[in-house]
T-cell receptor, first 110, second 113 residues
Framework: GIQVEQSPPDLILQEGANSTLRCNFS?????LQWFHQNPWGQLINLFY???GTKQNGRLSATTVATERYSLLYISSSQTTDSGVYFC????????????FGKGTKLSVKP | EAQVTQNPRYLITVTGKKLTVTCSQN?????MSWYRQDPGLGLRQIYY???????DKGDVPEGYKVSRKEKRNFPLILESPSPNQTSLYFC????????????FGPGTRLTVL
């Protein structure tokens, strides 16, 4: 099956810094999503981005499907950005099956 | 308020005692899914449903059953729970199958002794 790898596994930032999280996948995908899990366990969908670039406030994401990777940019990080960021992909003929990466744990220090 | 609800939020049970975790969404979403989250393994999909009466296996379906008799509800059934099913479970729904924004429930922490 498809492999989804995220890097770095852990990231510590000072408040105000920028960061880039990466998601590599080993096969062609139908779509790709980014999620944030806050320290209380709540999961929030950030982007649905099978290709191209999207922006939402301080966050933006780019997926280069032909090169099998996606990037999540966080600018001017805040302590509320802390948590774990997951990417998940759907591939093949089954449109409902989502495969998650193991996540990047981000800690933003004040 | 648009939301996905799960019950119970916390459950401690014993091996072999059948249990059901309920999931309900009020957004008229067609797609619903169950995931389990384990340390070091991340989130893995158990089952998903593209619509009423349509369900399919995810990556880790063994030991679980689901049903989708009505659009808003998607219960997860553990007929004979075992300790390796101790985990954090999330239900999610989406307006679009395989894509679009998924809305997650708050999670159910299950411990099987």
């Amino acid at each position: 099956g498809i492999q989804v790898e995220q890097s770095p596994p852990d990231l510590i930032l000072q408040e105000g810094a920028n960061s880039t999280l990466r998601c590599n996948f080993s096969d062609s995908v139908n779509n790709l999503q980014w999620f944030h899990q806050n320290p209380w366990g709540q999961l929030i969908n950030l982007f649905y981005i099978p290709s191209g670039t999207k922006q939402n406030g301080r966050l933006s994401a780019t997926t280069v499907a032909t090169e099998r990777y996606s990037l999540l940019y966080i600018s001017s990080s805040q302590t509320t950005d802390s948590g774990v960021y997951f990417c998940a992909v759907n591939y093949g003929g089954s449109q409902g099956n989502l495969i998650f990466g193991k996540g990047t744990k981000l800690s933003v220090k004040p | 308020e648009a939301q996905v609800t799960q019950n119970p939020r916390y459950l401690i049970t014993v091996t072999g005692k059948k249990l059901t975790v309920t999931c309900s969404q009020n957004m008229n979403h067609e797609y619903m899914s169950w995931y389990r989250q384990d340390p070091g393994l991340g989130l893995r999909q158990i089952y998903y449903s593209m619509n009423v009466e349509v369900t399919d296996k995810g990556d880790v379906p063994e030991g679980y059953k689901v049903s989708r008799k009505e659009k808003r509800n998607f219960p997860l059934i553990l007929e004979s729970p075992s300790p390796n099913q101790t985990s954090l479970y999330f239900c999610a729904s989406s307006a679009q199958t395989g894509g679009g924004s998924q809305y997650f429930g708050p999670g159910t922490r299950l411990t099987v002794l």
